[in-house]
């Protein structure tokens, strides 16, 4: 499984933009990018997956470069209930049906007012 | 609120204990999993279920032990536990057989051994 890196914290002022990076050099051709958001005493939650260039959806975007060696995600005017762990995993559906993902050590991103 | 629901939501347990965790989906997902997650730490595999045969065991204690019992429910049987088990236990599910499909995940069961 390709390993991820993540700064461990990062901190923002509300509605600022807010890039998180996430480094995979060993990332496998048929590996996705899928990121997680995490509050205190709940499960992760799914924000957004993709493979190669662009993807947005309605809560963020992830942007990631040609060779797919790093992968960013972008929230867009970060508001307080954003103060959460986010995950970058990078790992392929197992031919027995289920996802063989492990989690890294994620970034912690602290809003403020 | 999640789709994946984790009961109880907390417990507290003695060594000489058996108690259950147990997480029930309702999406159609025919893969499940369990995580445990200590404070401050990522989430670690423990068990992933695929049509309800145990296809992943990630060298868990068999004081641990997994049960899927239909297709919407996964169990955790906890016996003998130590103190440094307490964490938090959370179950998620995905489509099985869909690429990439995400895990949705409960919000857990957080449980401390004494």
């Known amino acids: 499984l390709a390993k991820t890196t993540q700064p461990i914290s990062m901190d923002s002022y509300e509605g600022q933009e807010v890039n998180i990076t996430c480094s995979h050099n060993?990332?496998?051709?048929?590996?996705?990018i899928t990121w997680y958001q995490q509050f205190p005493s709940q499960g992760p939650r799914f924000i957004i997956q993709?493979?190669?260039t662009k993807v947005t959806n309605e809560v963020a975007s992830l942007f990631i470069p040609a060779d797919r060696k790093s992968s960013t995600l972008s929230l867009p005017r970060v508001s307080l209930s954003d103060t959460a762990v986010y995950y970058c995993l990078v790992g392929d559906s197992h031919s027995g049906g289920y996802q063989k993902v492990t989690f890294g050590t994620g970034t912690k991103l602290q809003v403020i007012p | 609120d999640t789709e994946v629901t984790q009961t109880p939501k907390h417990l507290v347990m003695g060594m000489t204990n058996k108690k259950s965790l147990k997480c029930e989906q309702h999406?159609?997902?025919?893969?499940m999993y369990w995580y445990k997650q200590k404070a401050k730490k990522p989430p670690e595999l423990m068990f992933v279920?695929?049509?309800?045969?145990?296809?992943i065991n990630e060298s868990v204690p068999s004081r641990f032990s997994p049960e899927c019992p239909n297709s919407s429910l996964l169990n955790l049987h906890l016996h003998a536990l130590q103190p440094e088990d307490s964490a938090l236990y959370l179950c998620?599910?995905?489509?099985?057989?869909?690429?990439?499909?995400?895990?949705?995940f409960g919000n857990g069961t957080r449980l401390t051994v004494t």
């Open positions: 060993n990332i496998a051709t048929n590996d996705y």
């Open positions: 993709g493979y190669k």
């Open positions: 999406m159609g997902h025919r893969a």
């Open positions: 998620a599910s995905s489509q099985a057989r869909v690429n990439n499909s995400p895990l949705h």
């Open positions: 279920y695929s049509y309800e045969k145990l296809s």
